[in-house]
T-cell receptor
Framework: KQEVTQIPAALSVPEGENLVLNCSFTDSAIYNLQWFRQDPGKGLTSLLLIQSSQREQTSGRLNASLDKSSGRSTLYIAASQPGDSATYLCAVTNIFNKFYFGSGTKLNVKP | GAVVSQHPSRVICKSGTSVKIECRSLDFQATTMFWYRQFPKKSLMLMATSNEGSKATYEQGVEKDKFLINHASLTLSTLTVTSAHPEDSSFYIC???????????????FGPGTRLTVL
């Protein structure tokens, strides 16, 4: 069964720092990997989607990489801002479009 | 992007009552909808997958008689929590899937979630 792990569980950084969130998965037979943002009591906002044939995706200050063979992905956030404070979830999908989520990294960016 | 709505956003009910949560795809037809449950500080757990016009497929450990799912149209799926108890209190999120015209793969769009509190 696919298991997704995210490290660290929580992270607190001062504004302006660059940071990296990590995601690992046990079964490399994935269809794609997606990073989401979740604000407290809210639903999910998709940040970046990497298809299994891709190595990375970029959107603004966010960059996500995928190493399928080693079962790892990283989300890089450049020049963090207080508005980036949220929980970041990593999820992989299989060929049947079934999502497996990590438990998230709670990020706090201090002004 | 595609929009998925959920109603209600928050519901409080008494133990023993049934609660219905709606999930709608507003600007696209969803061939498949998914229901997730999220406990505090935990990951989202898939409860069931529903395809329009057919019975839902439940994940292991999810009671299908407890969590009734109906997917009557390509834009609406409902989750009914029957005879709710305090342990059913949770955050329920739905998602809807459609075939992306450009990339050709199934994108999944998530609703804003419903907070259920059972007293």
């Amino acid at each position: 069964k696919q298991e997704v792990t995210q490290i660290p569980a929580a992270l607190s950084v001062p504004e302006g720092e660059n940071l990296v969130l990590n995601c690992s998965f046990t079964d490399s037979a994935i269809y794609n990997l997606q990073w989401f943002r979740q604000d407290p009591g809210k639903g999910l906002t998709s940040l970046l989607l990497i298809q299994s044939s891709q190595r990375e995706q970029t959107s603004g200050r966010l960059n996500a990489s995928l190493d399928k063979s080693s079962g790892r992905s990283t989300l890089y956030i450049a020049a963090s801002q207080p508005g980036d404070s949220a929980t970041y979830l990593c999820a992989v999908t299989n060929i049947f479009n079934k999502f497996y989520f990590g438990s998230g990294t709670k990020l706090n960016v201090k002004p | 992007g595609a929009v998925v709505s959920q109603h209600p956003s928050r519901v409080i009910c008494k133990s023993g009552t049934s609660v219905k949560i709606e999930c709608r795809s507003l600007d696209f037809q969803a061939t498949t909808m998914f229901w997730y449950r999220q406990f505090p500080k935990k990951s989202l757990m898939l409860m069931a997958t529903s395809n329009e016009g057919s019975k839902a497929t439940y994940e292991q450990g999810v009671e299908k008689d407890k969590f009734l799912i109906n997917h009557a149209s390509l834009t609406l799926s409902t989750l009914t929590v029957t005879s709710a108890h305090p342990e059913d209190s949770s955050f329920y999120i739905c998602s809807a899937s459609s075939l992306a015209q450009v990339s050709g793969y199934n994108e999944q769009f998530f609703g804003p979630g419903t907070r259920l509190t059972v007293l």
